[in-house]
């Protein structure tokens, strides 16, 4: 388990497993409080509060306790807190099967570094977004983009579709009125 766990720092793994990391006291207390935490890996020694124990305890969640080097060895981190959830992917819906009345969303496209993304997500959670769409941007699960978002990746909605023209379109049929910005002049104009 631990040898799949530090797998996860690729994506490749990330994506066959369907989990990713989440390191640190606070990103594991809002993984425990607001998704499916598959286990938690906790060092010896290591100064976290017992209400991270309890929360992992009362969701049924594996707790195992490690040297700090095997910590230091999965984690992605400088210098780990010694604590790490092993997190689920949460269900990411295709085009069409999002769109709730009166649903505040945001889009995004081409976002590329993942401490970026990380941080728009933050930014989106703080302003009362309730959906992120996303296209052709990083991963959401790369460990910079977790640390990013500081615990909005679990708080907050996200879609992924091809293209954010076409989700657009599919938002002003379902009579939603939509709004763009960009930094470069395209010749695609979103407001048709």
């Known amino acids: 388990f631990i040898v799949m766990c530090a797998g996860l720092i690729k994506k490749k793994n990330r994506d066959e497993e369907r989990l990713f990391l989440a390191e640190g006291v606070k990103l594991t207390r809002e993984a425990l409080e607001f998704a499916s935490v598959k286990a938690l890996l906790v060092a010896d020694g290591a100064e976290y509060s017992e209400e991270i ?100 990746l679990f708080r907050i909605n996200i879609t992924v579709v091809p293209s954010v023209s076409e989700f657009a379109e599919v938002l002003r049929g379902a009579g939603r009125r939509t709004c763009a910005t960009a930094l470069e002049r395209d010749s695609e104009r979103l407001d048709k």
Do not use: W
């Not at 309890?54 to 080097?69: D, Q, Y």
């Not at 945001?106 to 997500?121: K, T, V």
């Open 53 to 152: 124990i309890v929360l992992a305890k009362e969701s049924g969640v594996r707790i195992i306790s490690v040297p700090e080097s095997v910590v230091s060895k999965v984690s992605s981190e400088k210098s780990p807190q010694g604590v790490i959830s092993v997190v689920e992917f949460p269900s990411i819906h295709s085009e069409g099967a999002y769109i709730e009345k009166g649903e505040r969303i945001i889009a995004f496209e081409n976002i590329q570094d993942p401490g970026n993304l990380g941080s728009m997500i933050r930014t989106a959670n703080a302003f009362g977004y309730e959906r992120i769409v996303l296209s052709g941007c990083a991963d959401i699960y790369n460990p910079k983009t977790v640390r990013g978002a500081m615990g909005a």
